[in-house]
């Protein structure tokens, strides 16, 4: 598990009134003939952040992005950047950049080349072409290899390239597509810190692309999920991740645990739902919106359920049931456990304990319990 | 402007020749264009069709004409379409003598039919042949791959008169084949084999192999081995996984291939010219004959718009499978 | 496994020998002393001599080297427009006409071809007073309207291949179209220009047909030339001719060949070496 890269941010434009929004994107669609790629999307990007666009293929979020950088014409709605219109403007006119999945360094340059290209279309002198792109590819720890063609480049040093392509203009906006994709595992976490610390540094408002939720969580200051070419849940990592708003948010960023039920209880400060999925009864300490016997969901991260071999000691928040499955991670085991009325629950906790003998094991008759404020109500 | 030494020759080249393009783009009447419609990339569309418009399509359209008109002395040796009669009227004479003479004269007729059935049985030949060499060469190990296709693409970049010559040697009657033969003893008599069919054939497969080896192994070469794997591994035997899936799968290569060789081979001139006698009716010499030897222009063109309607089916099928192909790739 | 394996190398052997045996007969009577050749009298070399003091030979070589270069300058630029074109401007009117155009000229019967450009060349003539007579110009012309479609499919499937994102990436980065297509485009795609560009002048310079229909006097190219002598019957000059034809070409190609090899196996090494160092 990737620890977490940043401080608190103390500065959170988006729950400031007063701030305004360096990226509006407002009410954009894309259609292709019949297809609905983009539906209606209204987003406030603030200056200096990271934010990610999340979802699955076929989305929506790739449209987005290349929107933003010129590429598709949307059919409706416009986009605003740093208080401009930009919505009709031609790529090679708009203050965006973007580093491609590919990377799309042109192969008959050599990585100086590519880097300056940018610069030249600027017409600036020679001179200062060539100290910027060396200041840039310092920043990057590229300088070695100014000279070399990109088929001479090993896959993270490309992207290195790429990056510093891409901000050497000192854009108002860096797109990236799936930047991270192509990376193996260690790399892909050096580079995720890379990312973070250059974007501190150059102060450039980042929108990344991603499917891949643990590198959403990691890089952005606030994550777009988005599913059938709409933003479903705008917010920051914790807050989606905690607090999502739909079931489908709730699944699609990171494991859970799903229950439907009845809300037997409604009371402001507790809830009580009865679900036969489970077999059982959630309590739940705080108020939930909703309509009286209304069916909700239930979301219980795996992480936030206790397993143990003692019996459970009130009615709510604990279930029987039996350790079918487990996977060992090293600091973690996931624990798959067959409740009597046919659910499957999906349990992670820390390996605490290491003597084998002592730990849960297969075919283990076991007892499930959750605290009052872990579970989530989920309406949609 | 970047400065010295900072771009290479080349790419100032290229450069200067973007810029020069800009500043078209950016002059005046360039921009009067623009506001009536014309944009860039309309002129960059526009440079080849009319190309291909005025000296490809045109002129069928201006055989299609002469075709109906009529022989004359004098240069042009034909008469004009059109008249004027008198101030006000104009009369359009359509001779369909010309198509009417392609139908009667029995000559005509079976030049059509000869040449097909020629072309045919080559394109047949062609695929007989050419299939398995373009299966061994895609199959080859990839070392060898690139040498064994610039053998075949070789005989292609050499003149294609001078390999139909060539073969003039080699089946005359004291020619080297007959020589070879009469030493071994296999025969008594030399072999007739110039101005017959066979040698119009053999000159046919021999000249037009490369355009159906070439396709083919383009299209054996693309195709996903782990099929046939897959095939063998579900109990296939080689055979029949060739027929069930290798076979289909290359069919657009099949396609292509005897197109190349089939189209142009009904109108071939030159193998009949050198190889064939009067005996071997070839459309495309018929009507080098009436243009050159007989002089009469009208008849020569009617014979050519005959040869184009025969064709159109094909060529249009070619054109739908080329297209296919390009549009493939994306 | 094993007796398939020998069906399909001896057939491979015979499709080769087949392609090249008439072509090394060629060659060997090239050096035949006699003047019959099928009577092998000696080794000489005098059919090269005599070939290479024939004016009318060399002028008419001349001739269609001119021709041929033209051509394929021309038939380049107009096929990688239309290329271009087909591959990267997507729909637009009259598409269908112009990909059917380009495709057309690969199968057309070249006596069609021929006769219908000579009946435009006139019809022109008489209406415009251009071209006047038929000679270098119409030659030129007819041969880039049917190579031009050749061109056309080769620059046509490079670029289908090539990866538009970088053509995107140097529209991010501030380039407009046209300066993208010659600074990046252009450069990448050039070896398969410079195929079309040889591709076009082995086209022209072996046209017979086409050539016959639209020269005129005084405008004799090399094929004119040796289809007259040739019709005539078997001239060992012809073979001289041949044979350093084949060498040129095979010379050329092979040379490519070995060249581009050394090329890709330089790049795979460097590739290599990349991967490896950042292990």
């Known amino acids: ?380 | 402007m970047a400065g010295q030494g900072y771009l290479t020759v080349g790419e100032r080249i290229s450069v200067s020749l973007a810029r020069f393009l800009h500043g078209i783009v950016s002059s005046p009447a360039y921009r009067w264009l623009r506001r009536h419609g014309f944009r860039g990339r309309g002129l960059v569309i526009a440079i080849p069709y009319l190309w291909l418009l005025s000296f490809f399509v045109i002129p069928f359209v201006i055989v299609l004409k002469i075709s109906f008109s009529e022989t004359q002395l004098g240069i042009p040796p034909y008469a004009p379409l059109w008249q004027w009669v008198s101030e006000q009227a104009v009369a359009i004479k359509l001779n369909l003598a010309n198509f009417m003479f392609l139908f009667e004269d029995r000559l005509y007729y079976s030049a059509y039919l000869n040449s097909m059935k020629i072309a045919f049985f080559s394109t047949l030949l062609c695929l007989l042949i050419g299939y398995p060499m373009a299966y061994g060469m895609a199959r080859a190990p990839a070392a060898w791959r690139n040498v064994l296709v610039m053998l075949v693409i070789l005989p292609f970049w050499t003149s294609f008169l001078l390999r139909v010559y060539a073969w003039i040697a080699m089946l005359r009657t004291d020619g080297v084949i007959n020589d070879v033969l009469l030493f071994l003893g296999v025969i008594d008599q030399p072999l007739v084999m110039l101005q017959t069919d066979f040698a119009i054939y053999l000159g046919i497969v021999y000249s037009y192999l490369p355009f159906m080896v070439l396709p083919l192994y383009a299209n054996l070469e693309k195709m996903d081995l782990t099929l046939l794997e897959a095939a063998a591994d579900l109990g296939c035997r080689p055979a029949k996984a060739f027929l069930r899936i290798t076979l289909p799968l290359s069919f657009g290569g099949i396609l292509a291939g005897s197109l190349l060789v089939f189209v142009p081979a009904v109108g071939e001139f030159v193998i009949p010219a050198l190889l064939g006698g009067p005996d071997q009716l070839m459309i495309g010499r018929v009507l080098w004959d009436e243009f050159f030897l007989n002089r009469d222009w009208p008849v020569a063109s009617a014979v050519a718009i005959a040869m184009l309607v025969l064709l159109v089916a094909p060529i249009m099928i070619f054109n739908y499978v080329q297209g296919r192909q390009m549009g493939a790739h994306r | ?279």
Not at chain 1, 305 to 326: A, L, T, Y
Request: hydrophobic share 45%; proline share 5%; with cysteine.
């Open chain 3, 1 to 279: 496994m094993q007796r398939r394996g020998y069906f399909v190398l001896s057939l491979l052997v015979f499709g080769f020998a087949f392609l090249y045996v008439p072509i090394l007969l060629m060659i060997v009577f090239s050096f035949n002393a006699g003047k019959l050749v099928t009577v092998w009298a000696g080794f000489s070399a005098r059919w090269y001599v005599e070939l290479l003091q024939n004016d009318q030979m060399l002028t008419a070589a001349k001739l269609s080297l001119q021709i041929a270069a033209l051509n394929a300058t021309g038939a380049v630029i107009l096929g990688t427009l239309a290329g271009l074109v087909l591959a990267r401007f997507g729909r637009f009117r009259g598409r269908t006409l112009l990909s059917g155009m380009t495709t057309a000229p690969l199968v057309m019967p070249e006596v069609i071809t021929g006769l219908s450009l000579l009946l435009l060349f006139v019809a022109m003539e008489a209406t415009f007073g251009w071209p006047a007579g038929r000679g270098v110009t119409t030659i030129t012309i007819a041969h880039i309207t049917f190579s031009l479609a050749y061109v056309t499919v080769v620059v046509q499937s490079r670029l289908a291949t090539f990866d538009e994102s970088l053509e995107e990436a140097a529209m991010d980065l501030g380039a407009r179209p046209a300066k993208v297509f010659f600074v990046i485009t252009l450069p990448i795609i050039l070896p398969a220009i410079i195929s079309g560009w040889l591709l076009a002048f082995t086209l022209s310079w072996d046209d017979l047909v086409i050539s016959s229909f639209v020269s005129g006097p005084g405008s004799t190219t090399l094929p004119m030339l040796i289809f007259s002598k040739v019709r005539l019957g078997v001239s060992p000059e012809i073979n001289a001719l041949a044979t350093i034809l084949v060498l040129a070409v095979t010379v050329m190609i092979v040379g490519s060949a070995i060249w581009m090899q050394r090329q890709e196996r330089a790049r795979q090494r460097e590739v290599q070496m990349a991967q490896a160092a950042n292990e």
């Open chain 1, 1 to 380: 598990m990737a620890p977490q890269a940043r401080p608190e941010k103390k500065i959170e434009p988006w729950n400031d009134p007063n701030a305004a929004p360096y990226v509006r994107i407002e009410r954009i669609t894309k259609k292709f003939g019949d297809f609905t790629a983009v539906n209606d999307v209204s987003l406030k990007i603030y200056k200096g952040e990271i934010f990610c666009l999340l979802g699955g293929s076929g989305c929506g979020k790739t449209t987005l992005l290349r929107m933003l950088a010129g590429f598709e014409l949307p059919t409706a709605g416009s986009i605003f950047i740093d208080g401009q219109d930009m919505t009709g403007i031609p790529p090679y006119e708009r203050p965006v950049n973007m580093m491609f999945q590919s990377y799309a360094l042109f192969p008959h340059m050599s990585v100086e080349k590519n880097v300056g290209f940018g610069l030249e279309q600027e017409r600036l002198p020679g001179a200062e072409i060539r100290k910027r792109v060396a200041d840039m590819l310092a920043i990057v720890k590229m300088g070695e290899y100014s000279k070399r063609k990109p088929h001479q480049l090993s896959g993270g040093q490309r992207q290195r390239v790429a990056l510093a392509r891409a901000l050497i203009k000192q854009p108002k906006l860096l797109l990236l597509d799936e930047p991270l994709g192509a990376l193996d595992k260690k790399l892909r976490e050096h580079t995720q810190f890379e990312l973070v610390n250059i974007q501190e540094e150059l102060g450039v408002t980042f929108v990344v692309v991603t499917h891949d939720q643990e590198e959403a969580m990691t890089l952005s200051s606030r994550i777009g999920v988005m599913n059938h070419g709409e933003i479903v849940q705008v917010g920051t990592a914790a807050e989606v991740y905690e607090f999502p708003n739909s079931r489908f948010v709730a699944d699609f960023v990171g494991s859970v645990n799903m229950f439907e039920g009845r809300m037997i209880d409604d009371e402001p400060d507790y809830v009580r739902i009865q679900s036969d999925e489970l077999g059982g009864t959630v309590l739940i300490d705080h108020g939930v919106s909703a309509a009286p016997s209304a069916t909700v969901w239930v979301a219980l991260r795996p992480e936030k359920i206790m397993i143990s071999r003692d019996p459970c000691e009130g009615p709510d928040n604990c279930v029987r049931g039996v350790v079918k499955d487990i996977a060992y991670h090293g600091d973690l085991s996931t624990y798959l456990v067959h409740l009597p009325v046919g659910k499957i629950v999906r349990v992670t906790q820390p390996n605490v304990v290491r003597k084998a003998e002592a730990r849960i094991t297969w075919e283990d008759q076991v007892y499930l319990h959750w605290h009052a404020s872990s579970p989530v109500v989920v309406t949609q």
